[in-house]
């Protein structure tokens, strides 16, 4: 099989101009080093399927992809032959408001859902980073990705009810169904939230939706120490509030809010993003009872609202990475609520020990830390080693969402899988016994 | 499946008083039933339309104890159903032939409360409800509330992915399970999931939710509980028509308002719920809609007069708010034993479990009122309206000649009328044994294939719970994919790999 015998089927099913074989253009798809052969970009499943099917016959390597935002996740693929990018399925298929669902195609852009959505009054409540740089429906779903509204509304596991999935034979399979309830078979979506493309390529994705409400606020106070920030997180948890998001800043990532939204926080303060999502009356009510919380924490705040929300968790959402830039890592840290502490120290110590430069921002009630970590690479490495042993002895993770190429090529992205390793890897080759689906990047 | 070899199995070349010294050695005397009086409370779960006697019945007391008797039954190739309660209504616990039945029930014990975190540990035979009375004195829940909450176990919750009354809201049995212990059919012992959120790797606790049973048998399960919310209100409209009572659903829904609850019944329910129990419900309304909101005061007392403005342009004859707890409490009792409350007007019934899109409601009822009188049985509707989750109970005499076939016959029947709307054939009950000739309404070949992929991950031998969710017979002979390949054999399809 010649490279130019592959680029001519490629255009036999996708069409001329939708096969990219310009070393310049591929270099957007390098990963950690390894630049796809080629990139094609079918328009629908058939093309997909057949695609597919034509990689599996000629057992060559498909990295499904969708705007390619987070290629940076997971290892770096043993083999890319094919980059194929669901970015040309852009159609959202139905919205039917009276049911709270919506079916899209896969390369759908999150943004350009929510426009669609948002005509009738609801939305999808999933609010990753990269959302600005063009992170596809497809692209969430395979990486599991969320941000601070998964306290209120859960994470893409919760939403996406139904799919539709080439699988790495080029055979297309349907799974879930376009209802919110519904235990016929196994609930074969939950499989592929997270599965970073190694079981085939998600095309059509149902999610559940809510309606947008009437109001929004968020109360953004500063404490003085970690403690008081940190018991501040408990009584908020332990009350009768229903919040949307909790979010816990150190003071680096604090300050670098402060600056970009143009908001006032102390400096060298932690500060909390606590934000209800509401009728009217009952997000004024809760912000009172949130600021007198915060009050018997010594915490003091602000209350954000419109334009100015909507740009503070923009920021909150996409600074771990802006502020990562090419040296530095970006870190996933899942622990228990009342582990974040533990985490916040230690990077306070490895600031002074190694002299790294830690930004963090925490779902403070779900436990999950995004870490943006600067500095010399030697450092940085070892204290990702420091941390993830830090993560996994209180039974948690740290994975490594991207990191520059001589720390990546020395650890792994995931860390430690555990016990149900063995049974994940007999997934992986009872759906793709060659392993071409995305090689190597998870399993 | 039952593809397995005969003599395989107990009786044959697996002599059966050998089988029981080796289940005994692992468990005790005390943890092996034999005799014929003890295992004919066995023979069947809450669907008790079908029977067959289990070989012995085992009661581990430990992860350990399960992992050694699955090893036992994987070298000697004996078929084996894992059993919580025996509440499923879908047969998913019925014991197979020659196998032996696993029950969980001496795994009862609530391993850790830990209330910071907002996680509870249990074994799976805790009993659904005392999740939430361990917690209870915290301010928090359980929120996965089926109807059976006092008998039924977290394991079988597991295994069937319940429902209840408050999953539009609150979601399902899976948005509440964070991690389990599951030994697989080998006997291997593997954690997935946890305590602390988004674990590195396939979603494996998910994938174990809802699978009725074949994939391994849970032996410990990590829970999320939630706040228990400051305010509850509970109002019930009744509507000369059952759609206008579905039409206030959506509306409701369609002014940003998720009620905590909303469940429709129809007049023949509401009659036999009054005969029951004497709940206060109007025995001449078409229809009920009982809907409850809960959350901030602010929240509820905001949204409490958009929901009675939408019952309103909707027809509503009569909106009751309940005054108290114990008036909210009879409001909700009478809805809990809608099901129990039909023997009051039929000897039998059978309960259906069709889930539609909300939106297709009117049609859908309108379809199974044809359906009752093509087949000239009485069908009454009771539902979780606000997910679309119906439980048509098909109303029969099983003395009279031929209507029990009848009324299993309209039952599949309204599951067509379900998964033609654009639903599903089961929203909270399961396929297990009863629901599997359906379906293939929903899933094609290629989507079942795909399941089967993932069962002979688990379990190659086809020992865990067999025969159960699946139309025909799957074996797991040549497990995985085969590449694609251009020839016109393989091109007739993928079937012929299994």
């Not at chain 1, 309830?181 to 196994?186: E, H, I, S």
């Not at chain 1, 408990?234 to 600056?259: C, Q, R, T, W, Y």
């Not at chain 2, 409850?292 to 708010?321: C, F, H, S, T, Y």
């Amino acid at each position: 099989m010649t490279q130019s015998s592959i680029i001519e089927e490629l255009i036999n099913i996708a069409g001329q101009g939708n096969v990219v074989t310009d070393g310049g253009a591929l270099a957007s798809y390098d990963m950690d080093g390894r630049s796809p052969a080629t990139a094609v970009y079918p328009s629908d499943t058939a093309q997909v399927s057949e695609i597919v099917k034509y990689a599996s016959a000629e057992s060559l390597s498909v990295i499904p992809a969708g705007s390619g935002t987070k290629l940076a996740l997971g290892r770096r693929p043993e083999k890319a032959d094919i980059v194929l990018s669901v970015g040309r399925m852009d159609r959202v298929i139905e919205h039917e408001a009276a049911d709270l669902i919506a079916t899209a195609e896969c390369g759908v852009l999150l943004q350009d859902f929510r426009s669609v959505l948002e005509e009738r009054k609801q939305f999808l409540p999933i609010d990753p980073a990269h959302t600005k740089n063009g992170a596809t429906l497809g692209g969430i779903i395979a990486t599991n990705d969320s941000g601070p509204l998964r306290l209120g509304y859960g994470t893409a596991r919760e939403l996406l009810i139904g799919m539709k999935v080439v699988r790495p034979d080029g055979n297309v399979f349907k799974g879930g169904s376009k209802v919110v309830k519904n235990v016929a078979g196994y609930d074969l979506p939950k499989l592929y939230v997270g599965s970073l493309g190694t079981l085939g390529i998600i095309v059509e994705a149902t999610f559940r939706l809510y309606p947008i409400t009437e109001s929004s606020a968020t109360y953004l106070a500063g404490f003085g120490s970690l403690e008081n920030a940190h018991s501040a997180v408990g009584k908020l948890l332990k009350s009768d509030l229903v919040l949307a998001s909790l979010e816990h800043m150190n003071p680096g990532f604090a300050s670098g809010i402060s600056n970009r939204a143009e908001l006032e926080i102390s400096r060298n303060h932690h500060a909390l993003a606590i934000r209800i999502m509401n009728v009217r009356k009952a997000v004024e009510d809760q912000l009172h009872t949130i600021s007198g919380i915060c009050k018997e924490e010594e915490g003091t705040g602000l209350v954000v609202e419109g334009e100015r929300e909507r740009v503070l968790w923009e920021n909150i959402r996409e600074l771990p990475f802006e502020l990562s830039g090419h040296d530095g890592a970006v870190l996933k840290a899942g622990v228990l609520i009342t582990h974040v502490p533990l985490v916040y120290e230690r990077l306070d110590k490895l600031s002074v020990s190694s002299g790294v430069r830690p930004y963090a921002t925490a779902r403070a009630g779900n436990g999950v830390v995004m870490i943006s970590l600067n500095g010399e690479s030697g450092s940085v490495r070892s204290s990702i080693e420091e941390l993830r042993e830090l993560c996994e002895r209180a039974g948690g993770s740290l994975v490594v969402q991207s990191a520059p190429g001589e720390v990546k090529s020395e650890i792994d992205p995931w860390g430690n899988m555990g016990s149900a390793a063995g049974l994940m890897k007999r997934i992986k080759s009872n759906f793709d016994p060659q392993n071409i689906m995305s090689p190597g990047r998870l399993l | 499946m039952h593809s397995l070899n005969k003599e395989s199995k107990i009786n044959g070349s697996v002599r059966k008083e050998d089988f029981a010294n080796r289940l005994s050695s692992i468990l005790g005397p005390d943890g092996v039933i034999s005799s014929d009086d003890e295992l004919i409370a066995y023979d069947s779960d809450a669907l008790t339309g079908y029977r067959i006697k289990p070989v012995f019945v085992v009661m581990p007391r430990s992860t350990a104890e399960v992992s050694r008797v699955m090893k036992l039954c994987y070298e000697n190739d004996v078929p084996y159903v894992p059993r919580g309660a025996g509440t499923g209504l879908s047969g998913g616990a019925l014991p197979v032939e020659e196998g032996i039945v696993i029950s969980l029930s001496r795994m009862n014990r609530i391993l850790e409360v830990d209330i910071p975190n907002e996680r509870v540990v249990v074994e799976p035979g805790v009993v659904n409800l005392s999740v939430t009375k361990a917690v209870s004195g915290y301010g928090y829940y359980y929120a996965p509330d089926p109807s059976s909450q006092i008998v039924c176990t977290i394991g079988g919750n597991v295994a069937e992915n319940s429902g209840g009354v408050h999953c539009l809201k609150y979601g399902v049995t899976t948005n509440h399970v964070l991690g389990v212990e599951v030994v697989l059919p080998d006997g291997e012992i593997v954690e997935a999931g946890g305590k602390a959120p988004d674990m590195p790797g396939y979603d494996i606790t998910g994938l174990l939710v809802g699978s009725e049973g074949l994939l391994g048998i849970v032996t410990k399960i990590t829970l999320r509980i939630v706040k228990k919310p400051e305010t509850v209100k509970t109002l019930f409209a009744t509507f000369d028509r059952v759609e206008d009572a579905g039409a206030s659903v959506s509306g409701i829904t369609a002014r940003g308002v998720i009620p905590a609850g909303m469940e429709i019944m129809d007049n023949l329910c509401i009659r036999s719920v009054e005969e029951a129990m004497s709940v206060g419900y109007p025995v001449d309304a078409g229809s009920i809609l009982l809907v409850e909101l809960d959350g901030p005061r602010a929240e509820v007392e905001a949204q409490m007069p958009i929901v009675e403005e939408v019952l309103k342009e909707n027809k509503a004859q009569e909106i009751k708010v309940a005054k108290n707890e114990k008036e909210r409490e009879l409001f909700w009792k009478g809805r809990k034993s809608a099901f129990p409350a039909m023997g009051r007007i039929s000897s039998d019934y059978y309960v259906q479990d069709g889930v539609i899109p909300r939106s297709r409601l009117a049609e859908v009822l309108g379809n199974i009122n044809k359906l009752s009188e093509k087949y000239g049985l009485r069908v009454a509707n009771v539902f979780h309206a606000g997910d679309g989750n119906l439980h048509p109970l098909v109303l029969y005499d099983s003395s009279r000649e031929g209507d029990s076939e009848k009324a299993h016959e309209l039952a599949g029947e309204i599951l067509k009328v379900c998964v033609d709307s654009g639903g599903s054939i089961t929203g909270e009950h399961g396929v297990g044994e009863d629901k599997k000739k359906f379906l293939s309404y929903m899933f094609g070949e290629s989507d079942l294939d795909t399941m089967n992929l993932v069962r002979c991950s688990f379990d190659s031998k086809g020992l865990c719970n067999p025969g159960k969710v699946f139309p025909t017979p799957r074996t797991c002979v040549e497990p995985g994919i085969k590449p694609y390949r251009e020839n016109p054999l393989q091109k007739a399809g993928i079937g012929e790999m299994y």
